[in-house]
């Protein structure tokens, strides 16, 4: 089942993923909840940076936010990417 035990991305959205999206689905995919700081030592990118990363994701609706807390938020994959 590896990646894909909890749910799986829509077969044409892949193709419309950037490289940095495709880079860190199978992390969101495992861990369902992650962190900026997790995405961010998984893409090697600061996590000042990756929480910009982050809030454009939101927007875009590759994420979404799980917990809204300003210290620990956790992003999931948004809604309209999974089966």
């Known amino acids: ?36 700081l997790d995405l961010a030592n998984a893409l090697g990118l600061t996590p000042r940076t990756m929480r910009g990363i982050c809030k454009k994701w939101v927007v875009e609706g590759f994420l979404q936010i799980a917990d809204p807390s300003r210290k620990a938020r956790m992003y999931k994959l948004g809604e309209g990417q999974t089966v």
């Open 1 to 36: 089942m590896g990646f894909y035990r909890y749910f799986t991305i829509r077969p044409f959205l892949i193709m419309q993923l950037s490289p940095k999206q495709h880079r860190v689905l199978p992390l969101i995919q495992a861990r369902i909840f992650v962190s900026a």
